[in-house]
């Protein structure tokens, strides 16, 4: 058992190639490997930041998630190994217990497959050298200018030149509106969305269907990208087809499954067909798929590194490896974020985080509870957060008790206080619950719809799309306004 560190989900890492590797350093790089083996069960990632985290290695993730926690982590075990707490759990206690929380706010890179595998302390030492500091006697003589000096030193190793993340806000860089969905949202007008769950067949008139009972009523569609790690029509497809119909989508692309490569090109390509509302997720594990399950070590990037790394795409014009994009996409950026996961504190963190790298909006996982959501609330306006991000809470109508007790005992970050589960089951017939479900979604809609810091509502009636404009009638929700957008540029000569 490591002395600082959970065990780690995954063996260690091994590089790309030894060939020119000599025996000297061959050495040395298992005498780190075993030291580092010892104390923090390393994964020999070479791209170490364990300064950031609290001596902690965020490594031992099943996830690899080096930006905070996932939704479905909880106090007493990982999401995906219940036999191990969760990695960000014990660093989050410990960065508090140190009075460092504040340090897990920067945004650390992708790890960087050139270093994997290699050692670490020579390098520190390198740019020890290179930088001529810390000098050992400032640690007696000033010592302000050796901690300074020290994180200088550190921060130069794990922010490489092709990501430089930092703790700080990044405004977006454009004035008009990218999107219908953005319009609306800047009128200050309550704004409702929605989610269609991509088909399951080839066949697309299920969602020209639902678009068609959806028209009129919200101003955007979510559709995911393979939820819960199941195959679906793909959410580039299905957000195209969607457009063709009249409603603008959602994309939601998930860091599952695909690499930085695959990320850059996926958006892009969704940037070329018209796409311009993207929802970044890290993604549910593989784990909570259908089998034959595929290898563990799926995940090359996390929700905040998406984000960083697409709102450089649009406002820098660059790609992850530095080449100018001629022609850059036109986004308007979003993230998830769970209230109920983690004490909202933490979680306040990890959306600050979310915020800092680019999220522009933010939809939430379903509200039940109206009092925890608030406390989440108070600890983003704690942070100031409330100013830089249109915020729209989840809502799932309840469409049965079955339904209600599967969600609040089986999906991760979903809380339905006892009183509303007792209203289900005593709800009497399939009618009668489904009254009782909308009865609820109203009263929970009238609280949210009045409450400060909230821009518009994420109503995710997944099977059950049709209940959505009754909802928004019966509330009395505004039907979104449709905005002349500025003109596009032509995608044309881009090499
Ligand atoms: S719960 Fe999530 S963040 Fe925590 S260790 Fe497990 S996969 Fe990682």
Redesign the pocket.
């Known amino acids: 058992m490591p002395l600082f560190s959970p065990r780690r989900y995954q063996p260690p890492f091994y590089p790309y190639s030894r060939e020119k590797e000599s025996l000297s350093m061959g050495l040395f790089t298992a005498f780190e490997a075993v030291t580092k083996g010892i104390l923090f069960d390393c994964r020999m990632c070479g791209n170490c930041i364990l300064q950031e985290t609290a001596l902690v290695c965020p490594m031992t993730?099943?996830?690899g998630?080096r930006n905070g926690?996932?939704g479905?982590?909880?106090p007493e075990a990982?999401?995906?190994?219940p036999t191990?707490p969760?990695?960000?759990?014990v660093i989050y206690d410990k960065a508090e217990k140190k009075g460092q929380l504040d340090k897990l706010l920067e945004i650390n890179a992708p790890m960087d497959g050139d270093r994997v595998g290699r050692e670490t302390w020579l390098e520190v030492i390198r740019v020890w050298r290179k930088r001529g500091g810390p000098k050992l006697l400032d640690y007696f003589r000033d010592r302000q200018k050796f901690d300074e000096e020290r994180e200088g030193l550190f921060r130069e190793i794990r922010q490489p030149d092709w990501w430089q993340g930092d703790a700080e806000y990044h405004a977006p860089q454009y004035e008009e509106p990218i999107s219908q969905f953005e319009a609306n949202l800047r009128t200050g007008a309550f704004t409702t969305v929605t989610e269609i769950a991509p088909p399951l067949t080839a066949s697309t008139e299920i969602i020209g269907k639902k678009v068609g009972w959806l028209k009129g009523y919200v101003a955007a569609a979510n559709f995911t990208d393979n939820a819960s790690a199941s195959p679906r029509m793909s959410s580039i497809a299905s957000s195209k087809i969607c457009m063709g119909h009249g409603i603008e989508p959602i994309m939601q692309i998930q860091a599952r499954d695909r690499n930085r490569t695959v990320i850059e090109s996926d958006v892009m390509g969704a940037a070329g067909l018209g796409i311009r509302n993207i929802l970044c997720i890290t993604g549910d594990?593989q784990r909570f798929g259908p089998g034959p399950l595929s290898k563990p070590d799926q995940f090359d990037m996390d929700a905040v590194q998406m984000l960083w790394m697409l709102r450089r795409m649009r406002d820098e014009d660059i790609y992850l490896d530095g080449r100018t994009i001629k022609i850059p996409p036109r986004f308007f950026l979003g993230a998830a974020a769970s209230p109920f996961g983690a004490p909202p504190k933490y979680e306040a963190i990890r959306a600050e985080k979310k915020i800092n790298a680019g999220a522009q909006f933010i939809q939430t996982q379903p509200i039940f509870d109206y009092d925890r959501f608030t406390d989440w609330l108070e600890a983003l306006d704690k942070r100031n957060l409330l100013n830089k991000v249109y915020l729209l809470p989840g809502l799932i109508p309840l469409k049965s008790a079955r339904a209600t007790h599967f969600m609040d005992e089986e999906v991760p970050g979903v809380v339905i206080p006892p009183e509303l589960i007792k209203r289900m089951d005593e709800a009497g017939d399939k009618e009668g619950q489904q009254q009782e479900g909308v009865t609820i979604a109203l009263e929970l809609i009238e609280k949210l719809k009045n409450t400060p810091g909230i821009n518009g509502l994420h109503v995710m009636a997944v099977h059950w799309e049709a209940i959505v404009p009754r909802l928004i009638e019966e509330a009395g929700l505004p039907r979104p306004l449709e905005q002349p957008l500025p003109e596009t540029e032509p995608a044309s000569s881009q090499v």
Do not use: I, N, Q
């Open positions: 993730c099943p996830k998630m926690l996932c479905g982590a909880t990982c999401e995906v190994d191990r969760c990695t960000w759990y594990h």
